[in-house]
C-alpha cells in the first residue's frame, strides 16, 4: 500500500461528459503529480501541484484541469470526453527522489 | 526532468536467467531513478542512483550508470515469474520537479 488513495477505481461515461477524479496523498506529502497511462502515448506526466499551487505543467489538455485543496487533496476534471481519452489515470505524491503511485482510475468513454 | 528512454521495449526470459534493462536520457542529471509497474497497477519505486555513483545494489537488482554516456542499466539477476512486469526509468532533476517517464520496459518471466 503506497498510501495514496484514488477514487473511483474504475468510470465508464459517454463522450462529451465530464468526470473527476480524485487523489490524497500520502500523510505528509505536500505534492501531487497527475499522469495519464494509454496504451499509444505510454505514461504522460500531466501536472504537479504543491502545497495548493500549481508547479509544473506537462502534456495536459484544455479540457482537463486540476486543483489541490487546503488539506492537500487534489482532482483531476476532465471535460468534453473524447474516446481518446480513455487511459488510466494516476494520482502520484512524494518528493522527486521517490514518487508513490496510487492504484489509478481507469477511464472508459464509449 | 526529462524522459528516460527504455531498451529494449520487450524482453522474454526463462526463470533463473539474468535481465538487463536500458535507459539513455539526453542531458545532466541529479539521480536516475527505477519504478516497476505490474499490470494495471501503480509505478512502484525500485531504486535511486545519484549522479555521483557509478553502481548501486539492492536484493537481486543492480543498477549502474555510466554520465560520459549518458545511460544506466538495470539488471534483475535469477528472475522469477513475480518480476513479470513494465520497468521505467526517470530522472529525478531537481527537487520538487516532476518525473518524467519513458514508455518502459515490458519484461515477462516464464517459468
Known amino acids: 500500500d503506497s498510501g495514496v488513495t484514488q477514487t473511483p477505481k474504475h468510470l465508464i461515461t459517454a463522450t462529451g461528459q465530464r468526470v473527476t477524479l480524485r487523489c490524497s496523498p500520502r500523510?505528509?506529502?505536500?505534492?501531487v503529480y497527475w499522469y495519464q497511462q494509454s496504451l499509444d502515448q505510454g505514461l504522460q506526466f500531466l501536472i504537479q501541484y504543491y502545497n495548493g499551487e500549481e508547479r509544473a505543467k506537462g502534456n495536459i489538455l484544455e479540457r482537463f484541469s486540476a486543483q489541490q485543496f487546503p488539506d492537500l487533496h487534489s482532482e483531476l476534471n476532465l471535460s468534453s470526453l473524447e474516446l481518446g481519452d480513455s487511459a488510466l489515470y494516476f494520482c502520484a505524491s512524494g518528493r522527486s527522489r521517490e514518487l508513490f503511485f496510487g492504484e489509478g482510475s481507469r477511464l472508459t468513454v464509449l | 526532468s526529462q524522459q528516460g528512454e527504455e531498451d529494449p521495449q520487450a524482453l522474454s526470459i526463462q526463470e533463473g536467467e539474468n535481465a538487463t534493462m536500458n535507459c539513455s536520457y539526453k542531458t545532466s542529471i541529479n539521480n536516475l531513478q527505477w519504478y516497476r509497474q505490474n499490470s494495471g497497477r501503480g509505478l512502484v519505486h525500485l531504486i535511486l542512483?545519484?549522479?555521483?555513483?557509478r553502481e548501486k545494489h539492492s536484493g537481486r537488482l543492480r543498477v549502474t550508470l555510466d554520465t560520459s554516456k549518458k545511460s544506466s542499466s538495470l539488471l534483475i539477476t535469477a528472475s522469477r515469474a513475480a518480476d513479470t512486469a513494465s520497468y521505467f526509468c526517470a530522472d529525478g532533476g531537481q527537487a520538487g520537479t516532476a518525473l518524467i517517464f519513458g514508455k518502459g520496459t515490458t519484461l515477462s518471466v516464464s517459468s
Open positions: 500523510s505528509g506529502d505536500l505534492s
Open positions: 542512483i545519484r549522479s555521483n555513483e
